[in-house]
């Protein structure tokens, strides 16, 4: 009987860390999990993956590649997110203070595009919103190292392409100060 009380109580912590990590009240890096090329290998380089193309709300074609040598924070939501919703008007202030240092904020929604289309404009999303098809995101979120499709994930990726970072959940002032305000004091440095 003791014993079973003891695998009771350890279900409900696992229970209550898993119900934290979805309602984005707690947030992890996720280094166990590397982003995957189309081999299927691990790799620490954005430019390495399979490319990705995806539309803007207006139909627009763009590529990753589009923003290479800027220090770019690619954030995975979708409207029905109550932690993306959180975390957006962060992003839109990152975006306005620090675009003149090089950071390119892109929001990759894997929601409809309406939907996406009237929240962007509601909230005046002032960084470019991609849209990728919702019943695709699992793989997509796999490519980049998220296999557990859990939203909101956000990658940071250096000047020179690397992928620095990789987080679920909201990513907040802390992190930003941690993670990418570095990167962005460090200078450009492209190569051909």
Same mark, same amino acid.
């Given at each position: 009987?003791?014993?079973?009380? =003891?695998?009771?109580?350890?279900?409900?912590? @696992? !229970?209550?860390?898993?119900?934290?990590?979805?309602?984005?009240?707690?947030?992890?890096? %996720?280094?166990?999990?590397?982003?995957?090329?189309?081999?299927?290998?691990?790799?620490? *380089?954005?430019?390495?993956?399979?490319?990705?193309?995806?539309?803007?709300?207006?139909?627009?074609?763009? *590529?990753?590649?589009?923003?290479?040598?800027?220090? +770019? %924070?690619?954030?995975?939501?979708?409207?029905?997110?109550?932690? !993306?919703?959180? #975390?957006?008007?962060?992003?839109?202030?990152?975006? *306005?203070?620090?675009?003149? /240092?090089?950071?390119?904020?892109?929001?990759?929604?894997?929601?409809?595009?309406? =939907?996406?289309?009237?929240?962007?404009?509601?909230?005046?999303?002032?960084?470019?919103?991609?849209?990728?098809?919702?019943?695709?995101?699992?793989?997509?979120?796999?490519?980049?190292?998220?296999?557990?499709?859990?939203? &909101?994930?956000?990658?940071?990726?250096?000047? #020179?392409?690397?992928?620095?970072?990789?987080?679920?959940?909201?990513?907040?002032?802390?992190?930003?100060?941690? +993670?990418? *305000?570095? @990167?962005?004091? /460090?200078?450009?440095?492209? =190569? &051909?």
């Amino acid at each position: 009987m003791i014993e079973f009380a =003891k695998k009771d109580k350890l279900a409900v912590k @696992l !229970c209550m860390g898993i119900a934290a990590v979805l309602s984005g009240s707690i947030s992890f890096s %996720m280094p166990a999990k590397a982003a995957q090329a189309e081999n299927g290998k691990p790799v620490n *380089k954005a430019w390495a993956l399979p490319s990705l193309i995806l539309n803007d709300l207006d139909g627009k074609e763009h *590529k990753l590649n589009d923003w290479r040598g800027k220090v +770019i %924070m690619m954030n995975f939501w979708a409207t029905w997110c109550g932690p !993306c919703q959180i #975390e957006i008007p962060y992003f839109m202030k990152y975006q *306005k203070n620090y675009a003149g /240092q090089g950071l390119q904020i892109i929001g990759i929604g894997l929601d409809e595009a309406q =939907k996406l289309r009237n929240y962007a404009r509601t909230l005046g999303i002032n960084y470019p919103m991609l849209h990728a098809d919702p019943e695709r995101h699992y793989a997509l979120l796999n490519q980049w190292g998220d296999p557990s499709g859990v939203l &909101p994930f956000t990658v940071i990726i250096d000047r #020179e392409g690397r992928l620095v970072f990789k987080e679920i959940g909201v990513f907040d002032d802390e992190a930003f100060e941690t +993670i990418v *305000k570095p @990167l962005l004091e /460090q200078p450009t440095v492209l =190569k &051909p």
